[in-house]
């Protein structure tokens, strides 16, 4: 059996944007609605699926209003308490678009390749070696021009988002590791422009069930 974890933000944690509109709280997808559990799904038996999603997560910053959000920090204990790793799938990216983190798409881009980095040095996969690296670039970021908060959190946080998929595809050419363009497939919500609905999960867990399976 092979173990694949997905190491990402709410997208992979599965926030459903439609029912958190009216809630106090976030809602989640049931598991076999989020992209982890139709890829699961898809990849049938002879693959296991670990889904490590935080609404928050960010690549290397950190969040002074929401702390214990660094994936920097939390990465080297997720790959050590999961190990042996097949593949890490790395989504992460969306955060770090906030206001204020006052950071360009390289440097989004840079904080990913850290966290590449990191488990390319672990001994987190099959007998002590590394495990294999598929990076995702998230979706972009919705018109939020009509929520202003959103708008004011995420500051050009569309055109950045636009950006981030060439700067994610080098990095994964130069760290020699797979990568797959959300982009070229899915819309965020139009609720909330950020989170993926239901409709959107399916096609993203349908689509990264294949590139895993690409991987060999």
Request: charged share 20%; with cysteine.
């Amino acid at each position: 059996m092979r173990t694949i974890l997905c190491f990402g933000d709410s997208n992979t944690w599965g926030y459903d944007p439609d029912l958190t509109a009216t809630s106090p709280i976030p809602v989640r997808f049931p598991p076999e609605q989020r992209w982890t559990g139709v890829m699961a799904r898809d990849l049938g038996n002879d693959y296991r699926v670990i889904e490590e999603g935080q609404n928050g997560r960010t690549t290397v910053w950190e969040d002074q209003l929401t702390p214990h959000r660094n994936g920097r920090i939390y990465l080297p204990a997720c790959l050590e308490s999961h190990k042996p790793i097949d593949i890490v799938v790395l989504m992460l990216g969306t955060n770090d678009l906030k206001t204020m983190f006052h950071v360009p798409p390289g440097d989004i881009a840079a904080g990913v390749g850290v966290l590449v980095r990191m488990i390319l040095a672990s001994d987190a996969g099959l007998n002590g070696l590394a495990p294999r690296v598929l990076l995702v670039c998230p979706p972009a970021i919705g018109d939020l021009s009509g929520l202003p908060e959103l708008n004011a959190k995420l500051e050009r946080g569309r055109e950045k988002s636009l950006a981030l998929p060439n700067y994610y595809h080098s990095l994964a050419n130069t760290l020699g590791v797979d990568f797959f363009n959300t982009q070229s497939l899915v819309i965020p919500s139009k609720v909330d422009g950020i989170h993926l609905d239901g409709f959107e999960h399916i096609n993203l867990g349908k689509a990264l069930a294949v590139a895993v399976r690409n991987m060999g």
